[in-house]
């Protein structure tokens, strides 16, 4: 299940599902210790009325619609019941000065009669995702409130109606000895207003609400996050004293601010694309966690299928989103980055698979020893090559010295360094680490690629801190690299780039797989002219492999690419990626016209809201979660600005 609605201060994160409820809510860190990871944890919304409750989640008569109408990450979901004649309109924001999560719920009558309705507030938390069922939640008379806690996290959830708090509240157990959840408490539209209970609890607000014929109430509703009660409690005090309204319009300013170098750019842009062009900047901004992580994605659909999520800091997918942020000039985000990707570096010099958002090291499937038997860093090179490359195109858009100062010798160097001397002897290429898909333990041409890139940057990098040495060693590494890709890499049977290419026996073993990332990391990072041969043949091979005969189609990432794939045709799901990827090779050999088709084809693809998933099912059109996917959003927005900017 996707999340049309996403939103985020850098601190509590949430995200809201396809009928408008909390199904993801981080705290303290974006992406990690998700306190409502699970289906049963999501956050249900009733309305009691003529004598029976519905809830969004169960009453397939509600229907959903998904915005972001203020330029803010401030969402819009609309729920309509044509039988009920209700209208749910729920405006949410966490706010961008406190850690809480504002719903404003505009409830509308459709019917020309007056009438009595129930609102229902359920929630439900595995705090820190306990499993140990150790949570308490307790009814807080005199601050009108229900406080959710374990540990060094708690929860305050209140609201108001014309002024007045909750008038009824439950609190109970879910999903043990039992119970199902404290929601069935509403059943009869009644609540107990039992106080306490601990282990796996879960608990539900009541509102009583009068609605004239065809007319509408408002009831304002927050969840107030702290790092211990007292925390939580004074935010929820904040909320209280100067009301929802003024900490939304808040919200909304702060995002306008944020929002004024990238509006420069959508002024320049197509009618049609300005608004997913904002919305997309908001996505990346909403996966950075204050202390500097970019998380990958942090809809945790993926456990649905899989053993882990995708809530965690790649480095190569945090240097592709930081990547048009430093284009459009932001300081602060790309800064606190390479922070981050400084404090996990390791003394080898090189960063690892992934990151935790509080920098630890994340989950891996990659051993020390390979199938080959070899021994070395279970890594992919091109996370470390991307980070140093995209670090010297900071540099080189401010200039300032107090960047060298801060990272060129703690992190450009060993970086340089660990990539210079990473080097096969027999080959000239780089050794074998994974991929940038995380598959196959070899030389990918990807990862060649941007190494030499990133030595280039590096030497530049070099001169500017006046150490001629490096400069030049570290370009001369660059050229090998280069050099030992055109003699090696190129397939002249299939006109086309190897995928990849590893020692067997003492021999250089090519796989001839047309691969995405080979042609496009090529063309990106010049370790082929953009007007060679081999690039142009190599292009042409790919659409031909893909049956590319129109900029109305997707591109998978390799041929017969099984991930996720299950119309059993061969081709492999169409990647967001991949496809805008062949958009901007358009755009750097001047195919404006193409480029653009190839924009609008993949923009159709998104959610109402803007989002934009890993890869959309070539049969159904439907996309396939995790959604968003921040790589996605982020090569949507650098192909945006390549069409009014230099390429890179």
Same mark, same amino acid.
């Not at 985020?8 to 995200?15: A, Q």
């Not at 939640?137 to 108001?160: E, K």
């Not at 929802?244 to 919200?251: F, I, K, R, S």
């Not at 945790?300 to 800091?313: G, I, K, Q």
């Given at each position: ?18 009928? #408008? ?16 990871? $699970? ?11 003529? #004598? ?37 309109? /729920? ?36 705090? $820190? ?41 439950? =609190? ?13 408490d509403a059943d009869d539209g009644e609540l107990s207003n039992s106080v306490v209970e601990h282990g796996k609890v879960d608990s539900v607000l009541r509102f009583m609400v009068h609605l004239d014929a065809q007319g509408s109430q408002r009831v304002h509703y927050w969840i107030a996050a702290g790092e211990s009660t007292r925390d939580a ?26 929002? @004024? ?70 300081? &602060? ?5 390479? @922070? ?18 509080? #920098? ?20 992919? *090179? ?40 990473? =080097?096969? *002897? ?9 991929? /940038?898909?995380? @598959? ?15 030595? /280039? ?23 090998? =690299? ?14 086309? /780039? ?41 292009? @042409? ?10 900029? &109305? ?25 991949? &496809? ?29 809201? $803007? ?18 996917? &921040? ?18």
């Open positions: 299940m996707a999340r049309p609605i996403i939103l985020s201060n850098g601190e509590l994160h949430i995200g809201l599902n396809t009928f #408008g409820l909390v199904h993801d809510f981080y705290y303290p860190y974006v992406g990690l210790e998700n306190h409502s990871a $699970g289906e049963n944890l999501r956050h249900k919304i009733g309305i009691w009325i003529d #004598g029976s409750v519905s809830w969004l989640d169960e009453d397939s008569n509600w229907s959903f619609e998904f915005r972001y109408p203020h330029e803010a990450l401030i969402g819009l979901t609309i729920a309509t019941n044509k039988t009920l004649g209700i209208v749910l309109e /729920l405006e949410d924001c966490i706010a961008t000065d406190v850690s809480v999560f504002l719903r404003n719920i505009h409830i509308i009558n459709l019917l020309p009669t007056e009438r009595d309705i129930r609102l229902f507030m359920h929630q439900a938390f595995a705090i $820190g995702d306990s499993r140990s069922h150790t949570d308490t939640a307790q009814y807080l008379p005199n601050s009108d409130a229900i406080l959710h806690y374990r540990g060094h996290r708690a929860f305050v959830i209140s609201g108001q109606y014309n002024n007045q708090p909750f008038d009824q509240h439950s =609190i109970g157990l879910f999903g043990i000895e039992g119970h199902e959840g404290t929601y069935k409690l004074s935010v929820h005090k904040q909320v209280k004293d100067d009301g929802l309204v003024a900490h939304m319009q808040a919200t909304a300013a702060w995002w306008k601010t944020w929002l @004024e170098p990238a509006q420069s750019y959508a002024a320049k842009l197509p009618s049609q694309q300005k608004e997913l062009f904002i919305e997309s900047i908001m996505v990346l901004k909403s996966q950075m966690d204050n202390h500097g992580a970019v998380i990958a994605s942090t809809d945790t659909s993926m456990l649905n299928y899989s053993r882990d999520t995708y809530a965690y800091c790649w480095p190569r997918d945090g240097a592709n989103v930081i990547w048009p942020l430093v284009r459009m000039g932001y300081t &602060t985000e790309p800064r606190k980055f390479f @922070e981050f990707c400084l404090r996990g570096l390791h003394p080898g010099g090189y960063l690892m698979h992934k990151y935790r958002a509080d #920098g630890a090291l994340g989950s891996s499937w990659h051993p020390y020893v390979h199938a080959d038997g070899s021994v070395s860093a279970p890594i992919q *090179e091109d996370e470390t090559a991307l980070v140093l490359y995209v670090f010297g195109e900071f540099y080189q858009a401010h200039k300032d010295p107090e960047i060298l100062k801060q990272f060129y010798k703690t992190m450009v160097v060993p970086m340089a360094d660990f990539l210079a001397d990473f =080097i096969d *002897e027999g080959s000239g290429l780089p050794k074998p680490s994974y991929d /940038l898909w995380e @598959e196959i333990y070899a030389t990918s041409t990807y990862t060649v690629a941007v190494t030499y890139a990133a030595l /280039l940057a590096a030497s530049d990098l070099a001169t500017a801190s006046n150490d001629a040495e490096n400069a030049v060693r570290w370009r001369s590494a660059a050229n090998d =690299i280069q050099y030992a890709a055109h003699k090696h890499l190129y397939n002249f049977e299939r006109k086309s /780039l190897y995928k990849n290419a590893s020692v067997k026996d003492g021999l250089l073993v090519k796989d001839p797989t047309i691969d995405a990332s080979s042609i496009f990391g090529a063309y990106l990072f010049g370790l082929f002219a953009v007007d060679s041969e081999e690039l142009t043949n190599a292009v @042409e091979s790919l659409k031909q492999a893909f049956n590319v005969t129109s900029n &109305t189609t997707g591109l998978p990432r390799y041929e017969d690419d099984n991930y996720r794939r299950e119309d059993g045709t061969g081709v492999g799901n169409w990647w967001y990626i991949t &496809t805008l990827w062949l958009a901007q090779y358009y755009i750097g050999t001047g195919k404006i016209d193409d480029a653009m088709e190839s924009i609008d084809w993949i923009t159709s693809m998104k959610m109402d809201t $803007g989002m934009m998933a890993e890869q959309i099912n070539p049969t159904s059109r439907e996309q396939i979660s995790p959604a968003p996917l &921040t790589w996605s959003h982020a090569e949507y927005v650098s192909t945006m600005l390549d069409t009014i900017t230099e390429p890179r």
